[in-house]
């Protein structure tokens, strides 16, 4: 199970495909203890994925820019802050 070491996440960043556990069930855990959570996933295959990302999550194509990073965040926190 993931641990929260920390006081308060606001946001994950996490890839979608990575071993033992995907992002999107990372994502599921850590929203169980953090309902306010807002994930950014990453990945290179993302055809397939966007009816599979769970509620909360903005996606965000590899290879990116640290612009398009940034403003997957600011989408991320956004969506967080009106919804």
């Given at each position: 199970?993931?641990?929260?070491?920390?006081?308060?996440?606001?946001?994950?960043?996490?890839?979608?495909?990575m071993a033992p556990m995907?992002?999107?069930?990372?994502?599921?855990?850590?929203?169980?203890?953090?309902?306010?959570?807002?994930?950014?996933?990453?990945?290179?295959?993302?055809?397939?994925?966007?009816?599979?990302?769970?509620?909360?999550?903005?996606?965000?194509?590899?290879?990116?820019?640290?612009?398009?990073?940034l403003v997957a965040v600011?989408?991320?926190?956004?969506?967080?802050?009106?919804?």
């Amino acid at each position: 199970r993931p641990k929260i070491v920390c006081g308060e996440v606001d946001l994950l960043l996490t890839d979608v495909r990575m071993a033992p556990m995907d992002g999107p069930t990372l994502a599921a855990e850590l929203r169980k203890r953090v309902p306010t959570l807002r994930t950014v996933y990453m990945s290179g295959f993302t055809a397939n994925l966007l009816s599979g990302l769970r509620e909360g999550g903005v996606l965000l194509d590899k290879p990116f820019t640290r612009e398009q990073l940034l403003v997957a965040v600011a989408q991320a926190l956004r969506v967080r802050q009106t919804g």
